[in-house]
């Protein structure tokens, strides 16, 4: 069995679940942990707690994760063989504890992060303040296992930060911590300061420009992630962070920083997104119909609290979630189906205007 420091691992994310699951794997005779910290298409970079090394997976170990929908990614812990000419090789991968991935359009799950104890899910109080995204990302995090905290960036520039923060205080569960920080500004690690403790693992998700990498910069104390403005006028980002990287804080955790979300479809099943939205779960309890759908039944008690828009994101989130599941033939069966129902709908229309005449 290679050596194996779990206090060096540790530094890393590594917690007792997974140094379980690894001592047990047969993999552990031969092979040595390490977690991937960055990954470029066919390019890996691994970390043993030490020092960080070049390494590629192995066809096979690719070819197993493809045929099972999925793939590696930042945050996975791995097992590493050493082959000819001292080249490394990612043989294994520990079942992650927790998996963020989106769904592309074609319904193929696009890995984000894995092994996440707490997701930051940052936005700007500029133009980019935007509260149906950020109870999408919310939903898609808690669904995921992962806790959600709310950051809100730029608080020192953002325009009526008082007045959006009580609206997001309204919106969001009160369960949810939520901040307003600058991130040049050193304050922000106190204000983080609950999640950034050794062996802690987060990962910072927002659009483009939202303050991530500034955001990483202050908490690692290194200025190694390029940071940039946003367009003037609309406000959207520039694109500074291309590939998701994993750094350490200075109060021990670690970080993982991604490029910025321009869309994020769900990964998730319809009951465990649904219990994300807890408020309308409580409420529709007491809806006069068991299989009420908020829409437009009578006696449904969620329609009068919720609020509206709030509600609409709801629906619009479990609509994509069941469309992910769906098989390509499925897909195909529903496409033809709206398209027979759009030529009837167009007929009666052309029938209507006919009988005006």
Known sequence: ?????????????????????????????????????????????????????????????????????????????????????????????????????????????????????????????????NLRRMERYLALVQAAGVMGVVVLTKADIGQDV????????????RSVPAYALNGLDEAARADLAPWLGLGQTLVLLGSSGAGKSTLTNTLSGSALQSTGGVRRGDGRGRHTTTARSLHFCLDGACI?????LRTWRPDADADSLAATF????????????????????????????????????????????????QTPLERKAQQAKWKVIGKAGKQRSQDKRRGER
Not at 49 to 75: F, K, M, N, T, W
Not at 162 to 173: F, I, K, T
Not at 256 to 260: E, K, N, Q
Not at 284 to 307: I, K, L, S, T
């Open 1 to 129: 069995m290679h050596a194996f420091d779990f206090d060096a691992l540790h530094r890393l994310g590594l917690n007792q679940t997974l140094a379980a699951q690894w001592l047990s794997s047969p993999a552990a005779d031969h092979s040595q942990l390490m977690r991937i910290t960055e990954l470029q298409r066919d390019c890996l970079q691994l970390h043993d707690g030490r020092d960080e090394y070049p390494a590629r997976a192995l066809p096979a170990l690719q070819a197993s994760l493809h045929e099972a929908g999925s793939g590696l990614a930042v945050g996975d812990w791995v097992a590493v063989e050493a082959h000819a000419h001292d080249e490394l090789w990612v043989a294994e991968r520990l079942a992650p504890s927790t998996h963020l991935a989106r769904r592309a359009n074609d319904g193929r799950r696009q890995p984000l992060a894995s092994n996440i104890d707490t997701a930051l899910l940052v936005m700007g109080l500029d133009h980019d303040f």
């Open 162 to 173: 008082e007045a959006r923060m009580a609206e997001l205080h309204r919106r969001l569960p």
């Open 256 to 260: 993982i920083d991604t490029p910025g």
């Open 278 to 325: 807890e408020d309308i779960e409580a409420l529709a309890r007491h809806c006069h119909f068991r299989d009420c759908q908020h829409e437009d039944e009578p006696g449904c008690a969620v329609r009068e609290v919720v609020p509206a828009d709030r509600l609409l994101n709801y629906h619009k989130l479990l609509r994509e979630v069941r469309r992910s599941q």
